[in-house]
Every structure is written in structure tokens, then in C-alpha cells.
């Protein structure tokens, strides 16, 4: 069997992300191929629904990165998103959610090398941690309680 | 009891309010909410230890809007609520008359919001030994363990909503859950809809819930959903200093920021 490649999402900022991953492509920095790049305005836009969403959809990473604190386009955006996090991280936490798969980080427009670095971290480290299908597998549980192994793919 | 329907007819006659929610009795034992039009009704005001639900909820209807002048009784609970949502700017077309009753079963009628804030302050609840306990149960699992309990929990919801509906701070026209482009949340009642949903809820609830705990209390399931707000307002009041309900000029913890928030997990 092949080994398992994780779909990983990226949700990040115009600004500062989106330019540091071009920067990556354009220094032609090798780096895995799981990720899925969305790009936002700014990460004060990162609504902790679309981070849902994406699990919902099958994605078994997500990474949420932004302009460095004070270095945002709109002045505050950043800071207003970091706090959301920190509300929304320890949220999850309590309901037990694994959140080994969210990463945040900080990586400016000039920082193409740590983009890749980061992402080749976070496919090794989802890669071994496996598909994510605590997520999936809850419908298929309460809907057939006789099925009690868990459907994995 | 006295006390309290000969003030509020008192209020009726001034013209100070020309509505008035309170409670009165409901069938077997126990109180029901009641909206008292003239100085007729007044009569069906009652108070005793029955009287638990979160009247400010009322306070967002069209119909109570309408009535300009509102007259509202309640608890500390309440009380909260309605500089929480003072603060939110919610009832610049209204005229609120607040009255309570306090822990020696002394009538109150409050002559600005400035004295509720006071009282409010003085007797700022906290988390019941209860509910601490439950947090602290909870926060001890591990995570395997935590994700198991909450994943039998919310498998049970029906997705009725009424945790919305009690909730004082849940005024939106139109709730994301309702939002069928893109549709945020599954409408079905599968066990990972509800895990979103109350996500969501406890999310747009953080720094904002005022643990009066009606949601806990009316979910038909039991599931004790107010221990999710709960948590967020004990990490809220933590990490950033807020306190919701406890003036009229509350902020809101995620809508401002410090420059200097401090965070270990962003790389």
C-alpha cells in the first residue's frame, strides 16, 4: 500500500503568507506538494468556520499563517485574529479535538525559506500522525450504533 | 410579592412603563413568564424561588420593542444580561424600568442603570461549585477521553435550538446555523453538525456569555452546554481581564486587542 499523503490546507494572509510562499516558488525552494493554499485578505478574515469547514471537507491538516504581529496591512488585523485563536484553540481543546492539526504561525513576505520549512514540518508531522477521521467517523457512529468499528477511509 | 405589584402598578399609572415582564404562576408548581399590559394584570405578579429563566431574553422582540417603555424583573443573572447588552447597544429605542429582588427578599427598583451596575458589582455571582467542578473534571480527561464525552453528549442533540432561543445574548435576525449559502453547518442532526454547531454557538458567545446557564437548563437532552461558555468566559476573564455583564460599558474581549497578547502555540 502507498504511503498516506495528508491533504493539508493553508489559510493565509495576502499580504505577508501568500507573498512568502510566492517568494518560495520564485527561489524555487523545494517543498511538499500537500498543501492547498487559500488566500485571504488578511488573517483577521480567517473565520474559525472555514477551519471547520475544511475538516468537514476531509482535510487532515490545516495551516494558519499571517503577517508577524505589528506588521499587518490593516494595522490590527493580526492582532484581532490571534486573539480569536487563543479563544478558539483552548475552545477546542476542551471538546477534546486534536489540535496537533492546526498550526499557526507567523511567516513574513521575506520569509519564502521558513514557508517551506514549515510546510514540509507539518506534512512529516500529520503524515505520521495519520488520516483524521475522529472527524468523519462521528456520523457513521451515531447513525449506526451496531457498526461499532471505526469506518476509516 | 405585595411590594413588588403595588410598585409596579405605581409605574403603570405614572406612565413610566407600558410593559411589564415578569412571572407569574404556571401550571402545577412553579412560575411562567408573563407580559402585564395594564394595571388590571398586575395582580398576576408573583415572585418566589421558581423564578429562574432569563427575562432579558424577551427584551429583543419586536413586540416588546414596540412598547417603548419596558418595565423588567429578574435576577443577578438577568440583571447581567441587560448591561451586557446595553453595552452591545441594543436598547437605544427603548426605556428600561429594572427591578429585582435580592438575597434577603428585599423588592429593589432601580432609578438609573448606574445603581444596577452597582448592585451587580456588589454581587457579582461566579461559577457554581457545581459547574467548577464539572470544568475541572473535564479538564483533567485526556484529550482521547474529553473528545469521547463530549462526541456521546452531542450525539444526543436533536438540534432544537432552544439553546439559542432561551439565550439573551443570541439576537442575530439571521443565526450562520440558518445559512444555507454556504451552508455553515449541516442541517441534519448528525453527530458532527452538532459538534459544529455548538462550536459556533460557544464561539460567538465567548467573552459575551453572562453564565445565567439557561442553556444548560432548557436543553430537552440535558446536554450541559453551558459549561462550554462557561470555560471560554474563565479563559476570557484569564487571558485578557474581561468581565461580561458587569457594566453597561463592557467591551468585548475579541473585538479589541493588546498589543502585548501572549500565546505560546504561534510559531
Redesign the interface.
Known sequence: MSQFEPKIVAFVCNWCTYAGADLAGTSRAKYATNVRIIRFPCTGRIDFMLLMKAFQNGSDGIIISGCHPNDCHYTSGNFHARRRWMVFRSLIEFMGFDTERITFSWVSAAEGAKWADLVNEVTTKVRELGPFTEFKNLDYNSFNQLDNGAITK | MEQLQNKVAELFEKGTISLMIGFQDGMSKGAVPCFVESVEQVKLLIYNSYCKNNLAVYLHKPEVKQAKKVGIFGNVATLRSILQLLSENQFWNIELTVMTINANQEFILFESIAEVEKYVQANFPQLTDEEKELIEK??T?S?????????DLF?TCIKCYACRAVCPMCYCPQC?VESNQ?Q?I?VSA???GN??W???R??HL??RCINCGECGRICPVGIPVHL?TA??NL??SK??GSKTGYSASNGY???S???N?K?G???
Open positions: 473535564i479538564n480527561m484529550r482521547q477521553e474529553r473528545w469521547e464525552y463530549w462526541k450525539s450562520t454556504p455553515w449541516k448528525q453527530t458532527s459538534m459544529e455548538h462550536t459556533m460557544a464561539m465567548a467573552g462550554l470555560k471560554m479563559d476570557l487571558e485578557f474581549a475579541l473585538n486587542f493588546n498589543p497578547d500565546e502555540f504561534i510559531r
